[in-house]
């Protein structure tokens, strides 16, 4: 992975951490291992402060220490809403947060922008705004918003339509 981020090499980049991410989910040694590796990144993209962010939630479930979840938690929301403001409409930044709000225990208090995300989402499927998401990525997408439950019929209808589209 390189320091420099061309559109062309964001773009690898992303495929390249997208693929770790699946791993990272599983393995605790990935997580901490693609941890490092973005974490040495100075002025992250928000695209890969999203994943950022993401890292630190899943480090957050690998803690055994209650403090720690809560601190790394915590750190992964506010690097979230980061790399939402920096780019709002970028779909797959917007998939992540919803990811990580969706799985967070309402008591906790983080989740709340879950509705607005779902909303974006949908509005950039409409708007066929995928940026840097390939063809399966969308098809993940979508399949998770509808497994989610948290999309209306209306939605969920939608989101079949375009899964269906996509070849």
Known sequence: MTNSFSAYSQKTDVLEIRKAMLRAIKSPIVTDSLYNELQKINKKPPLILGYFGSLQALKAKDSWNPY???????????????AVNASPNDLEIRFLRFSIEFYLPGFLGLSKDMVSDKNMI?????????????????????????DSKQCTAQEV???????????
């Open 157 to 167: 209808a939608f989101l079949h339509e375009q899964l269906a589209a996509i070849k």
């Open 122 to 146: 949908i509005h950039q499927l409409k708007l066929k705004n995928y940026g840097l998401a390939d063809k399966d990525y969308l098809k993940n997408i979508i399949k998770f918003m509808v």
């Open 68 to 82: 720690k979840k809560v601190k790394m938690l915590t750190s992964s929301h506010k690097t979230m809403e980061q």
